[in-house]
């Protein structure tokens, strides 16, 4: 039931691109991502909204394929303070309320 | 605007014994969560509050851990009688809508060491 990532560990120059994944086998409301860095708690980073909507940090993209239950970040042109753990978050309608999972986490390496 | 306050942020205790956490929220955030997150794992939602109802513990171990949320606000968490497992840091986050979609603002977290 919890949402797997991939990959699960990526190590990048600075500069350069990476895409995560997320993927679910519920069907899901939304999808959020965080980054956690170590021995720090997550902070937000985007939202996706079955339907479209998205609301987030200007300078993060992401995408969700409603049909695939999948959701993919993208990091581009990395900078050394993207790296961290990335976590998805979804959302899924069930028991009377939404439901809450985090993924299995993307460890990022971003190297001079 | 203040962010999740947490305390204590570490905290050490022997097996069987107990130990609470507090969690106060952003102010006006409706729903508020507790997470356990045990080293290199994503965080594990124990339960999930809409002002002081609680919508969702179906991940609680309930004959050791309790959590309730005063006047909607303020919320506890509770271990007893602690077990090695148990080790783990434990985060409050809480968000300001009751349906889906709004984002979770995290507080620092406490860090359980049961030994």
New interface residues.
Partial sequence: QQPVQSPQAVILREGEDAVINCSSSKALYSVHWYRQKHGEAPVFLMILLKGGEQKGHEKISASFNEKKQQSSLYLTASQLSYSGTYFCGTERWGSGTYKYIFGTGTRLKVLA | EAGVAQSPRYKIIEKRQSVAFWCNPISGHATL?W?QQILG?????LI?F?NNGV??DSQLPKDRFSAERLKGVDSTLKIQPAKLEDSAVY?CASSPGV???????????TRLTVT
């Avoid at chain 2, 794992?41 to 939602?45: E, I, M, T």
């Avoid at chain 2, 889906?100 to 620092?108: S, T």
């Fill in positions: 969560y997470y794992q994503g965080p594990k939602l999930q809409q919508v969702d985060l349906t889906g979609g709004y984002e979770q603002y995290f507080g620092p977290g």
